[in-house]
């Protein structure tokens, strides 16, 4: 299988995070997986698998095996499909002479200058009147087509561009989106726009939630084809590992589960994040659709595995000085192990274990990356889930460059090496 091609197929869909989730969803339902609504009795059978779209941008999908026991065993991989981004706010019509531009805000901690120059489109969802004030209808939009440009104040006014130059979110990154004509409403432009593609009237529109993203698509770099440049591979390296992951083969014994959570880039606290009580509840629920006992639940729970996949930064060329002296992992030298002793990756010395020895049975190439001692790294959602489902937990991932830029680069075989630690974690 072409892993990159696989990957990239899952870019292009995945647009937005409620794109994201209906990509992933569509994977699932081709393997065989049934959908189940989040707040209604379930009716599980052995050897089953399941999906459930939570809020619209998060999924957590699961199968029975046909085997359970006394305890289930549960192995649980997570990632998370929002990146970071631009979002529009509301009423963000903006004019400037007879310029249209759109008033943004910055969603997790992008690189902004990474932002300019580039052809960048529209999507996610409008939410507009139904039947009930209750239960209004949600429409997904997606523009799919370059629309906006942050444009670059040109050099010659201002020469110290070079030198390094301060970003302010509310003046400088506002998107040039058209030209004011007497076609168009100064007030209302966008509102008209967004109504257009989503096939409603304007006045219908209750509320959106719209990502601005880089339309350029991916491509392979480097003289054999060893790099992969494209827009949000963090961290949708990771939801197409999980997706593969669940999908490989049957469940023979216990309970496999993925999530693929929404809103790690901006700390997780949300009610379809990895910082939530939903992931617990849901598997408190299977365990009771399956019969079983609280006390059973708590059992699974607390011997569970969870495997947190999310990517790492590999050693830049041009400043290797930034990484650790000794623990560092290039691009190509497959899936890299997270340390942290401050629990910013919840890997510890057992859990570790269990994966290197999962990746030596397998040939699975790895290395374990810690970062410096004096510089603080990123974090992911592995140690808020663990802590919250008080489990064995292993942070992983892609190592890459450019994280949280417009367009990031990765070594094209490490994603079949994370591909292939996670059909074997779920194998093992």
């Keep these: 299988m072409n892993h990159i091609k696989q990957l990239e197929t899952l870019i292009a869909a995945s647009v937005s995070p409620y794109h994201c989730i209906m990509a992933a969803a569509d994977q699932l339902l081709s393997a065989g997986f049934k959908e189940l609504p989040l707040a209604e009795p379930w009716k599980l059978q052995q050897g089953g698998s399941y999906y459930i779209n939570v809020f619209d941008s998060t999924l957590v999908a ?84 370059p629309l906006l440009t942050v444009p670059n104040l040109a050099i010659h006014m201002n020469r110290d561009a070079n030198d390094g130059v301060s970003i302010n979110a509310q003046i ?19 509102l008209e726009a967004l109504a257009k593609e989503a096939g409603v009237k304007k006045e219908d529109i209750l509320d959106y939630e719209i990502c601005i993203y880089n339309w350029e698509q991916g491509t392979l770099l480097g003289l054999q084809n060893e790099f992969y440049s494209s827009p949000r591979l963090d961290n949708l ?31 997780s606290h949300t009610k379809q994040g990895a910082a939530s009580a939903l992931m617990e509840r849901i598997l408190e629920k299977i365990c009771l659709s399956l019969g079983y006992t609280r006390e059973t639940f708590l059992n699974v729970l607390l011997s569970g ?7 790492a930064h590999a050693i830049h060329p041009n400043h290797g000085e ?66 919250l489902l008080t489990m064995r937990t292993v942070d992983a991932g892609v190592p890459i460059l450019a994280m949280h830029s417009a367009r990031e680069v990765m070594g094209t075989k490490d994603q079949e090496a994370l591909v292939h630690l996670a059909e074997a974690f779920f194998q093992a």
């Design 322 to 387: 930034k990484c650790d002296i000794k623990n560092q992992i290039l691009m190509g030298d497959g899936v890299a192990i997270k340390l942290a002793s401050s629990q910013a990756y919840a890997t510890d010395a057992s859990s570790t274990g269990v994966i290197e020895g999962i990746c030596r049975t397998n040939n699975i190439p790895y290395k374990k990356f810690s970062n410096r001692s004096d510089v603080k790294g990123g974090s992911t959602l592995g140690s808020i889930s663990s802590a």
């Design 62 to 145: 699961f199968s029975v095996g046909e085997e359970l026991g006394e305890i289930p065993a549960l192995k649980l991989a997570a990632s998370h499909t929002d990146w970071p981004c631009l979002k529009v706010k509301p009423s963000p019509e903006v004019t400037s002479l007879e310029y249209g531009k759109l008033n943004v805000e910055v969603y997790g901690g992008p690189l902004l200058g990474t932002w300019f120059d580039r052809p960048l489109s529209m999507a996610g969802k409008v939410c507009v009147a139904g039947t009930s004030p209750m239960k209004p209808e949600t429409i997904f939009v997606d523009f799919s087509r």
């Design 172 to 190: 400088d990154m506002l998107p040039l989106i058209t030209r004011i004509t007497d076609e168009l409403s100064k007030e209302d432009f966008f």
């Design 237 to 267: 390296t990771s939801v197409q590992a999980c997706l593969s992951g669940i999908m490989a083969g049957p469940c023979k014994n216990g309970i496999h589960a993925i999530a693929l959570y929404d809103n790690e880039e901006i700390g």
């Design 305 to 311: 595995f969870l495997l947190s996949l999310d990517v």
